[in-house]
């Protein structure tokens, strides 16, 4: 929708939201704060890219290798730039675009084309048990109402910057008063989800 107001009114788009070295969003590989969570490990290769003599009959200078960059992370492990949807902003779980093999494959190496997916912890005694840094869901939401307020709200906020259709933000919203989502604050209850006629916006605080 935004580049189709570019083209056809002359409304500029959003501007863009991709990781820089000026403001610390885009970093070495080494660099990357990314938390002690459980079960996961923190990588800090990446897949060299040589230089290249000679196209036709590939020749590799194994001595240049192109500085690859990465985005930085929050404090959850979640990239802190980019446009930040609902899942990264209100998150359930720290996601990454990398996951690393374990043995018999090539221990250590990455994964091809697969993510992490590592979930929040459900009230802070599993948090402290599980030696986890990242807050709680209880701890950080309360409720399956707060959080679905959250998500609203976080939603609306990227239909106001241009950046989701409200269509769009809709099905996230209704994703999070989903049950299956109510279930991830207290996996023991039967739990419903919130009415279809709970707000789902946020209040003013």
């Known amino acids: 929708m935004a580049l189709d107001e570019w083209v056809s009114e002359g409304k500029a788009p959003p501007a863009s939201r991709v990781p820089r070295l000026a403001d610390g969003t885009l970093v070495a590989p080494g660099d990357v704060r990314f938390p002690a969570i459980p079960g996961s490990r923190k990588f800090t290769g990446m897949n060299d890219i040589r230089l290249l003599r000679d196209w036709i009959k590939p020749d590799v200078d194994a001595a240049k290798a192109y500085g690859a960059r990465v985005p930085q992370v929050d404090a ?3 990239e802190s730039a980019g446009i930040r949807l609902p899942d990264i902003a209100v998150p359930l779980a720290t996601y990454t675009g990398w996951n690393l093999y374990k043995t018999p494959f090539p221990e250590g190496e990455l994964c091809d084309r697969d ?3 590592f979930p ?3 009230n802070r005694a599993e ?3 599980r030696k986890d840094p990242r807050p709680s869901l209880e701890e950080r ?3 399956h ?3 679905v307020e959250k998500v609203a709200a976080a939603a609306q906020k990227l239909v106001g910057e241009r950046l989701l259709l409200q269509e769009d933000a809709e099905r996230l919203v209704a994703r999070a008063k989903s049950a299956e989502i109510a279930q991830r604050f207290d996996p023991n209850a039967k739990v419903a989800a919130v009415p279809e006629g709970a707000s789902d916006t946020p209040h003013d605080l």
């Open 141 to 143: 939401y309360g409720s």
């Open 115 to 117: 993510g992490s997916y």
């Open 120 to 122: 929040l912890a459900v």
């Open 127 to 129: 948090r402290e048990a």
């Open 145 to 147: 109402a707060a959080y």
């Open 76 to 78: 959850d492990g979640n």
